[in-house]
């Protein structure tokens, strides 16, 4: 989660008066280093994964389940040992844990195998840190977060909710470093009220029409906010609900800005299908959802725009978006990226928009600024105001610090984020996956993140072009949300990405870049006519086979491939989906749309059995290996 400084943070009414203060020196600061590394190449092409987890405490007399805030006192003393090969990290609820590898994979195909093995040592390395009852899970979203007795803690708890007024989740569950409950309470007083986040309900034979949930009125804070709560959908109301979900994130480098600012686009396209392939987070508050994913959730859970921004008063300064939602532009100057496909109204920071165009230097008589399409998306970055400033902090030297720029940089959780160098490092321009939901197994993760991987190899080596208008690519996130989205919905994709000469010359223009509706099976396993569409795992496994690997490495990599081949067909169930299976076809669930507390222990119980065997990873694959 973005950098931990150690200062005091400062309350919204002094924080907003050095907004604009950070957003200049931040610029200033991008401005430094895009300057000093603009035309730096060669940089290895290194990647890495991020894996968020839970943990659990399993009560095996009462048949219950609880998040275990012990999370943090392990992570000191998995630090305190160090270990070389493994990074921990804190997160935003007291029982979240992430883990990376201890330093990035890099080009040769023998990383591609070190991945699982490394993800393995990061669960061994916390599960010899538990104690009996606690149980370490790679799981979205936490079924009952939020529902009445959903701690566990040796020392009782206080209840207050002073950063972020929920009448669910105490503060108690955000993580003790300042920087957390910072945003919470800033994001809430930003805003004027506290986030409210209406998640659709899975309607049931049994479910009340309408569905009202009963909520009872909050010792202190009564009944606030739930003016604003819909029927029919889950209210849920602080940034816990979403932060205190859990991803699969992976960072690549480029060997330079063309091919990050390249890659980035490319990938943005592919946001959508792999949330949708991932999903994982069917339930809210102890209710089945009519959603898979956790997207829409987080993306509310720290919406701190205020009612003129969000269009619900008369304005002149609307957002389209929260802080956390899908990128609203591309940025690669690549031939193939044509000024059409951003075709959504991006709202910029104009002044720091002309600050970075006319920054620049002289050469061959032209002004040499920041083109226009990084601008572009720089400046829409900060139209937002820095959520947490520390005190000690706010003088920097722009030459030598990047804080001012991240403090922006990080607060913006879109679906792929571009990630210049900064000031003083030797590291190069990155850029970072950001849509999946993180999985069961440890085989699984991998086989996604290693899937997204190949495809960059892929995206590169054959030049592919993946391009759709931008707001095709939004109306992907919001289909890709939908419950089973994977077997039932449509998704927008361009229906040629190789690119042959012949139709450059001969096709102008229109003709050349047609997208079409597919089925995630269509993109992902090719059409029934492969000369049609061939499908992303035909491309990878052609990108492979530039490769010389030896049989080992081909065989685990087609079993991955096959893993991700079966979700898109539908012959192994998303996680969302299994995850709804389990509940409905459990004895004690009464079809109503609520999920007792004895189904999620047994789920747990089930998932752990999973987690240990590393389902999945069978001699069930039927890819001939
Ligand atoms: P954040 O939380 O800001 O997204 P993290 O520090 O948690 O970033 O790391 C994200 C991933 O990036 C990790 O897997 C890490 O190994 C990887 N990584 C670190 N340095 C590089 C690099 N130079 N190129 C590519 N990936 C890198
Ligand atoms: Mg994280
Ligand atoms: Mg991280
Ligand atoms: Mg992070
Ligand atoms: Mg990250």
């Known amino acids: 989660m973005g950098l931990l400084s150690l200062g005091t943070p400062l309350l919204w009414q002094e924080a907003k008066t050095y907004a604009e203060h950070v957003r200049d020196h931040g610029i200033e600061q991008f401005l430094n280093v895009y300057h000093r590394v603009k035309d730096r190449n060669r940089d290895g092409l290194f990647w890495g994964d991020e ?158 029409v309408p569905f009202v949930e009963e909520i009872a009125p909050h010792k202190t804070y009564g009944l606030e906010g739930t003016n604003r709560r819909l029927n029919d959908h889950i209210y849920l109301d602080c940034m816990c609900f979403g932060m205190g979900c859990c991803c699969l994130q992976v960072t690549f480098q480029a060997c330079n800005i063309s091919e990050a600012r390249k890659l980035y686009d490319a990938l943005a396209v592919l946001t959508p299908i792999m949330m949708a392939l991932s999903a994982a987070s069917p339930i809210h508050k102890g209710y089945l959802a ?143 996956f950001r849509s999946m939901e993180v999985q069961l197994t440890d085989f699984e993760n991998a086989a996604y993140a290693l899937f997204i991987v190949l495809l960059t190899r892929a995206i590169l080596s054959f030049n592919l072009n993946l391009y759709i208008p931008i707001s095709k690519v939004d109306q992907n996130m919001q289909r890709g949300q939908v419950r089973d989205a994977v077997l039932k919905e449509k998704f927008y994709f361009r229906n040629h990405l190789y690119e042959s000469k012949n139709t450059i010359i001969l096709v102008k223009d229109d003709d050349s870049d047609e997208f079409e509706e597919m089925t995630i099976d269509e993109i992902i396993n090719g059409k029934e006519n492969v000369e049609e569409f061939p499908g992303l795992i035909a491309i990878v496994e052609s990108y492979l086979e530039t490769l010389s690997l030896d049989v080992e490495s081909q065989c685990r990599i087609s079993k991955y491939l096959c893993l991700i081949s079966g979700r898109a067909k539908g012959s192994v169930k998303t996680m969302a989906n299994w995850t709804r299976h389990f509940v409905t076809t459990h004895p004690l669930y009464k079809h109503d749309s609520k999920v007792p507390s004895e189904v999620i222990y047994d789920f747990v119980q089930k998932c752990k059995e999973m987690t240990e065997n590393n389902a999945f990873d069978d001699n069930k694959c039927n890819c001939g290996c």
């Open 51 to 208: 894996v968020e987890y839970m943990l659990l405490y399993l009560d095996h007399e009462k048949k219950n389940v609880k998040v275990n805030i012990r999370a943090e006192e392990i992570l000191k003393t998995l630090r305190d040992q160090g270990h070389d090969d493994v990074i921990f990290q804190p997160e935003y609820g007291r029982y979240m844990i992430e883990a990376t590898p201890g330093k990035p994979f890099g080009s040769s195909t023998q990383d591609l195998l070190k991945l699982e093995s490394n993800m393995r040592k990061r669960r061994e390395l916390i599960n010899s840190m538990l104690r009996p009852n606690e149980f370490l899970i790679t799981l979205t979203s936490f079924p009952l977060l939020g529902t009445s007795d959903f701690i566990h803690s040796e020392v009782p708890l206080d209840e207050n909710a002073d950063a972020s007024h929920s009448l669910f989740i105490p503060d108690n569950l955000i993580n003790m470093h300042a920087r957390f409950k910072t945003l919470t309470r800033n994001i809430r007083e930003r805003r004027g009220e506290k986030v409210a986040i209406n998640v659709p309900v899975f309607r049931d034979t049994n479910t009340n």
């Open 290 to 432: 009519d959603t898979d994913c956790r997207w829409k959730i987080i993306s509310g859970s720290v919406d701190d725009r205020t009612d003129e921004e969000r269009g619900l008063k008369d304005s002149n300064y609307l957002i389209n978006k929260s802080r956390y939602d899908s990128i609203d532009s591309f940025i690669s100057n690549d031939d193939k990226f044509k000024s059409k496909y951003n075709d959504i109204n991006l709202v910029k920071n104009e002044k720091l928009y002309r600050r970075m165009r006319d920054n620049g230097t002289l050469s061959l008589f032209h002004w040499i600024g920041v083109d226009e399409l990084l601008a572009s998306h720089m400046a829409h970055l900060f139209i937002r105001d820095p959520l947490v400033v520390y005190k000690e902090l706010i003088d920097q030297d722009d030459k030598n610090s990047s804080d001012h720029f991240e403090n922006i940089q990080s607060t913006n959780w879109q679906t792929m984020r571009f990630k210049p160098p900064t000031a003083n490092s030797s590291i190069g321009w990155r850029i970072e």
